[in-house]
């Protein structure tokens, strides 16, 4: 199996706000069950591993992805101790999925944590009001700072740009993950974005033009597959210089290996894939959820070969560029270089 590396993103954390503004490449983590249907901490513990490898600058635990509402309350702690765990020897950024105090305050003391995922209120549309003033009052009461969570298709509740702008002047309140499409509101707050706040991208087949836009980075599922891949889409639109011909052919790929991956409810194709890449016990899914068809999980797997494919291009072109800077064919190797 082909698996670029690369250096982990370049996009981290500001300086200024070390530990709480989520940036780059955040892989939400899916939770891996055994053939007996009970929770695989060495899988999971091993998946952490292995994106942070590829070179994603931080973890979500616990988010939708990861079917929390399917869990007990001793394996949603378990599934958070594994990600404190690696996040913390690893130095990685760790969100956790929290959208109410009483989940907020059960990550008092965990010094892993950058920060909290939470949800805009769901089902009861409460209007923008009533979600900024909630999501103020979580915020006031939570032990860490909170990235909010803004997916009008599951919660029905939209927020326009100046809401999300009130949202961004809160204390407390450090981004905003944006599962929307690069819409009018996306384009109102990068426009004009506050100091020290960041936009992470939330739908996985837009994270290019939200890129484009100058979202800092993205909570994508999709990046358990071909990682360093969209590491390298960070990378290529992070200022001063834009690499505009990778951003381009590489977003496209990235765009249909995403849209592959949400063919059925996530995380079902997503876990379909890693199974059948070997790298968890069993594709399951608890339901509501139902496992994928194997035909969306072979058009994803179609979709992640031709992403590594253009990688090992990528790998190739980058080793005889290098190769032709110190003036020799096969110059790096001839001087030992790795």
């Known amino acids: 199996?082909?698996?670029?590396?690369?250096?982990?993103?370049?996009?981290?954390?500001?300086?200024?706000?070390?530990?709480?503004?989520?940036t780059g490449v955040l892989v939400p983590l899916v939770t891996p069950f055994a053939a007996d249907g009970s929770v695989d901490l060495d899988a999971l513990g091993s998946l952490a591993h292995d994106v942070l490898d590829d070179g994603a600058s931080g973890l979500v635990a616990l988010g939708t992805t990861a079917e929390p509402a399917s869990l007990t309350a001793d394996e949603q702690r378990?599934?958070?101790?594994?990600?404190?765990?690696?996040?913390?020897?690893?130095?990685?950024?760790l969100l956790v999925g929290a959208?109410?105090?009483d989940a907020l305050d059960a990550l008092r003391g965990r010094t892993a944590v950058a920060a909290a995922l939470t949800l805009v209120p769901p089902f009861v549309r409460?209007?923008?009001?009533?979600?900024?003033?909630?999501?103020?009052?979580?915020?006031?009461?939570?032990?860490?700072?909170?990235?909010?969570?803004?997916?009008?298709?599951?919660?029905?509740?939209?927020?326009?740009?100046?809401?999300?702008?009130?949202?961004?002047?809160?204390?407390?309140?450090?981004?905003?993950?944006?599962?929307?499409?690069?819409?009018?509101a996306a384009v109102a707050l990068l426009g004009d974005l506050p100091d020290l706040f960041h936009v992470l991208a939330g739908d996985d087949a837009v994270l290019a033009p939200m890129l484009a836009l100058g979202a800092s980075g993205g909570v994508l599922a999709s990046a358990h597959l071909g990682t360093a891949a969209f590491v390298r889409l960070v990378d290529a639109w992070s200022a001063p210089r834009v690499d505009l011909a990778t951003a381009r052919d590489l977003g496209a790929r990235l765009a249909r290996l995403s849209a592959a991956c949400f063919a059925e409810p996530n995380p079902a194709v997503v876990k379909g894939v890693l199974h059948a890449r070997g790298r968890i016990p069993t594709p399951s899914v608890r339901l509501p959820l139902l496992p994928a068809s194997t035909a969306s999980v072979d058009a994803a797997l179609a979709a992640l070969d031709a992403?590594?494919?253009?990688?090992?291009?990528?790998d190739a072109i980058d080793a005889?560029?290098?190769?032709?800077?110190?003036?020799?064919?096969?110059?790096?190797?001839?001087l030992g270089a790795p």
Do not use: F, N
Request: glycine content about 12%; aromatic content about 2%; proline content about 6%.
């Open 1 to 22: 199996m082909l698996r670029a590396r690369y250096p982990r993103s370049t996009l981290r954390l500001d300086s200024a706000q070390a530990g709480t503004v989520p």
């Open 78 to 93: 378990a599934v958070l101790d594994v990600a404190c765990r690696v996040a913390g020897a690893r130095g990685a950024t």
């Open 99 to 101: 959208s109410t105090t």
């Open 126 to 184: 409460a209007g923008e009001a009533g979600a900024v003033a909630h999501l103020t009052a979580l915020a006031a009461a939570s032990p860490v700072p909170v990235v909010v969570y803004h997916v009008p298709h599951r919660t029905g509740q939209e927020l326009g740009g100046d809401a999300l702008r009130r949202l961004a002047r809160v204390d407390g309140i450090v981004g905003v993950k944006l599962s929307t499409a690069a819409d009018p």
């Open 307 to 314: 992403v590594e494919a253009d990688a090992g291009e990528a």
């Open 320 to 334: 005889g560029a290098a190769d032709r800077a110190l003036g020799t064919p096969g110059g790096r190797r001839a």
